[in-house]
């Protein structure tokens, strides 16, 4: 849905490094996959081909933020 966006926290050694990937248009979403040490985001269409990626080592990965979009609602609506 857009407004849906993944945050992403690397370490990078000598510090950290934020990451954002954000479904920017409607009908788009935002799929995560964790497999064989490979954290993998992507904007995916509605038909599944994927947009925009991005890969990053599991081990380097210390935060993964899944923020989905404000629909307009209250909590509990």
Do not use: C, Q
Request: glycine content about 12%; charged content about 30%.
């Amino acid at each position: 849905m857009k407004g849906d966006r993944v945050e992403i926290v690397v370490d990078m050694g000598d510090g950290t490094r934020n990451y954002e990937i954000t479904a920017s248009r409607a009908g788009r979403r935002v799929e995560v996959r964790i497999a064989r040490g490979v954290v993998e985001v992507s904007e995916v269409t509605r038909t599944g081909t994927s947009v925009r990626t991005a890969r990053f080592m599991a081990g380097r990965v210390l935060a993964l933020v899944e923020h989905p979009a404000d629909n307009g609602l209250l909590p509990g609506e």
